[in-house]
């Protein structure tokens, strides 16, 4: 609901001011973010624990997978309704006329697009309604064995019988057990953590700076026209041609790679590949940066390559591994925990790379902006990042064909007995 609510008042944000506009829109850009952050570990949790251990990592990241379809949705509406606006109310390049760069009815095109990110979220309402809870925290959390197996029933459309006194003994050891902050989850699962939460971060430092500024390296390297020789209807127009090519030809192939051999190759050999290629095809972008500047189409080939190798890499493993390596009570805890940190780094990312990327040179830096180290070094700097990545995936354990139970060990101290449920249809499973 949140997610509907403030995506189509994020299109209505008022103000008398491009101030008070703004600020009203990162009100509800922030309430927003508190929707999509809910849902981040919840589908991620709700997919590992209803999955099997030998399809578990493909049914999770084709969850995030379909963020390459939302991301390539997103440029085709922006295409869609900034084409329409520019072939109907004509502007001249900003060179030209200042004032006429910009018609009045341009201030509908980025409410628009806005606005349709309620329809996804709007679609999907219904049947997320009818989604029963998981049988994990049903059985496990809310002792309740016999709503478990009926839920497990109808999900999996099989008869499941309840046993009550193998879930009552689990739940008086998870009654017993270790919290968040205590030693004992140190212990266990302390490294665990700090490997998600460091992965995630260096990852989306690096990602996000690479998919916000896609605009100024692309006019960096001569690829987009300078945006004075262009109206700004017709600038959102050529922005959106580029980044859905971007998202066709390396984003969404990324995703579905994943998808196809996270279950056969595992996901710490994915991450561990995806840094190494992001590094390798970032320092190869970044050392020979003015070569690429007059041969945009292999720019083009070795950018693309960088976003498939994030996404059949790390920007997936990253959002799987947190779901299955930590226990029941605090599964969706430890990932919220671990995508915050992520978004930690989205936002170092962000405003780092703005600043960065400014020239050396005080006089062609952006109005406002102090003199950076230029677009080559703050790749260079990115590539850094990747390869730190790589060392951080070093404390993330591989969980390709393993059961949560014995990723996590909740079932450790009750020996055998409990170990030997799987060998029958009951709940927990």
Same mark, same amino acid.
């Given at each position: 609901?949140?997610?509907?609510?403030?995506?189509?008042?994020?299109?209505?944000?008022?103000?008398?001011?491009?101030?008070?506009?703004?600020?009203?829109?990162?009100?509800?850009?922030?309430?927003?973010?508190?929707?999509?952050?809910?849902?981040?570990?919840? &589908?991620?949790?709700?997919?590992?624990? /209803?999955? !099997?251990?030998?399809? +578990?990592?493909?049914?999770?990241?084709?969850?995030?997978?379909?963020?390459?379809?939302?991301?390539?949705?997103?440029?085709?509406?922006?295409?869609?309704?900034?084409?329409?606006?520019?072939?109907? /109310?004509?502007?001249?390049?900003?060179?030209?006329?200042?004032? +006429?760069?910009?018609?009045?009815?341009?201030?509908?095109?980025?409410?628009?697009?806005?606005?349709?990110?309620?329809?996804?979220?709007?679609?999907?309402? @219904?049947?997320?309604?009818?989604?029963?809870?998981?049988?994990?925290? =049903?059985?496990?959390?809310?002792?309740?064995?016999?709503?478990?197996?009926?839920?497990?029933?109808?999900?999996?459309?099989?008869?499941?019988?309840?046993?009550?006194?193998?879930?009552?003994?689990?739940?008086?050891?998870?009654?017993?057990?270790?919290?968040?902050?205590?030693?004992?989850?140190?212990?266990?699962?302390?490294?665990?953590?700090?490997?998600?939460?460091?992965?995630?971060?260096?990852?989306?430092?690096?990602?996000? &700076? &690479?998919?916000?500024?896609?605009?100024?390296?692309?006019?960096?390297?001569?690829?987009?026209?300078?945006?004075?020789?262009?109206?700004?209807?017709?600038?959102? /127009?050529?922005?959106?041609?580029?980044?859905?090519?971007?998202?066709?030809?390396?984003?969404?192939?990324? @995703?579905?790679?994943?998808?196809?051999?996270?279950? @056969?190759?595992?996901?710490? =050999?994915?991450?561990?590949?995806?840094?190494?290629?992001?590094?390798?095809?970032?320092?190869?972008?970044?050392?020979?940066?003015?070569?690429?500047?007059?041969?945009?189409?292999?720019?083009?080939?070795? /950018?693309?390559?960088?976003?498939?190798?994030?996404?059949?890499?790390?920007?997936?493993? =990253?959002?799987?591994?947190?779901?299955?390596?930590?226990?029941?009570?605090?599964?969706?805890?430890?990932?919220?925990?671990?995508?915050?940190?992520?978004?930690?780094?989205?936002?170092?990312?962000?405003?780092?790379?703005?600043?960065?990327?400014?020239? %050396?040179?005080?006089?062609?830096?952006?109005?406002?902006?102090?003199?950076?180290?230029?677009?080559? !070094?703050?790749?260079?700097?990115?590539?850094?990042?990747?390869?730190?990545?790589?060392?951080?995936?070093?404390?993330?354990?591989? &969980?390709?064909?393993?059961?949560?139970?014995?990723?996590?060990?909740?079932?450790?101290?009750?020996?055998?007995?409990?170990?030997?449920?799987?060998?029958?249809? %009951?709940?927990?499973?």
């Amino acid at each position: 609901m949140l997610m509907v609510i403030c995506s189509i008042a994020s299109g209505l944000s008022f103000g008398d001011s491009p101030k008070g506009v703004i600020a009203t829109l990162c009100f509800f850009r922030f309430w927003l973010g508190f929707g999509i952050g809910g849902d981040y570990p919840l &589908s991620a949790t709700i997919m590992s624990e /209803y999955a !099997n251990k030998k399809t +578990r990592g493909a049914f999770i990241s084709a969850v995030f997978a379909m963020q390459g379809f939302g991301i390539l949705a997103g440029g085709i509406v922006a295409l869609i309704v900034s084409a329409a606006f520019d072939h109907a /109310y004509k502007a001249r390049p900003y060179s030209v006329n200042e004032d +006429r760069s910009t018609v009045p009815e341009a201030d509908y095109i980025w409410r628009i697009i806005l606005m349709f990110g309620a329809v996804p979220a709007l679609l999907t309402y @219904y049947w997320r309604m009818k989604m029963p809870e998981t049988a994990r925290y =049903t059985a496990l959390i809310a002792r309740n064995a016999k709503q478990a197996a009926a839920d497990m029933s109808k999900v999996l459309q099989v008869e499941l019988e309840a046993e009550e006194e193998k879930v009552e003994k689990i739940g008086v050891a998870e009654s017993k057990s270790f919290g968040l902050f205590s030693r004992e989850f140190a212990r266990r699962h302390g490294l665990h953590l700090l490997g998600t939460t460091t992965t995630w971060f260096l990852l989306d430092i690096a990602y996000y &700076s &690479s998919n916000l500024f896609q605009k100024d390296i692309f006019s960096a390297i001569g690829w987009l026209p300078k945006p004075e020789t262009m109206s700004a209807t017709h600038e959102v /127009y050529r922005v959106a041609k580029a980044q859905t090519l971007i998202a066709l030809c390396g984003t969404v192939p990324g @995703y579905w790679f994943t998808v196809a051999f996270i279950d @056969y190759l595992g996901r710490f =050999t994915i991450q561990l590949m995806g840094f190494f290629f992001m590094t390798v095809f970032m320092f190869a972008l970044a050392i020979p940066y003015h070569h690429w500047k007059s041969h945009n189409a292999g720019f083009l080939i070795m /950018y693309s390559l960088t976003f498939f190798f994030a996404n059949f890499g790390p920007n997936a493993t =990253t959002f799987v591994v947190p779901a299955e390596i930590f226990p029941a009570r605090l599964r969706s805890t430890c990932h919220g925990i671990s995508a915050a940190a992520g978004k930690a780094g989205a936002i170092v990312g962000a405003f780092g790379f703005l600043y960065a990327s400014q020239s %050396t040179n005080p006089s062609d830096t952006d109005a406002g902006y102090p003199p950076g180290i230029g677009m080559k !070094n703050s790749l260079i700097v990115l590539g850094a990042i990747n390869c730190l990545g790589m060392v951080f995936t070093l404390l993330v354990p591989e &969980s390709k064909g393993k059961s949560l139970e014995e990723l996590t060990g909740e079932n450790e101290e009750d020996g055998d007995e409990i170990q030997q449920t799987s060998s029958v249809q %009951t709940v927990p499973v």
